[in-house]
């Protein structure tokens, strides 16, 4: 079973720009290119949000207004990593980052990881 795995998480000052990074264990890991690859966020005492979705072929979908124009999703099959650049970061942005993976970005998540803290101060 996969398992996909956050990193690059941490306390910044708001307008700061922070890189996050998703990559998959487990015993199929070079299956990577085969996911789409989404970032999700949750605050405390919030629901879980769609942020960005990035397909197999590359294709970008973007669930959220709020963070159009800020962040930005992008997929290194070579690394088997997806990394979520945000950037302008606001204090509303604090939460736990979660990558996740599916069959398509239509689709529900199928596995997902334990998430990196955000936390961004005003």
């Known amino acids: 079973q996969l398992q996909p795995v956050e990193s690059g998480g941490g306390l910044v000052q708001a307008g700061e720009s922070l890189r996050l990074s998703c990559v998959l264990s487990?015993?199929?890991?070079?299956?990577?290119?085969?996911?789409?690859i989404s970032w999700f966020r949750q605050a405390p005492g919030k629901q879980r949000e769609s942020l960005l979705c990035?397909?197999?072929?590359?294709?970008?979908?973007t669930y959220v207004d709020s963070v159009k124009a800020r962040f930005t999703i992008v997929r290194d099959n070579a690394k088997e990593t997806v990394y979520l650049q945000m950037n302008s970061l606001k204090p509303e942005d604090t939460a736990v980052y979660h990558c996740?993976?599916?069959?398509?970005?239509?689709?529900?998540?199928?596995?997902w990881g334990k998430g990196t803290l955000v936390t961004v101060s005003s």
């Open positions: 990035v397909g197999t072929n590359g294709e970008i979908t």
């Open positions: 487990g015993p199929s890991s070079n299956a990577f290119k085969w996911y789409s």
């Open positions: 996740a993976t599916q069959a398509t970005c239509s689709s529900g998540w199928d596995h």
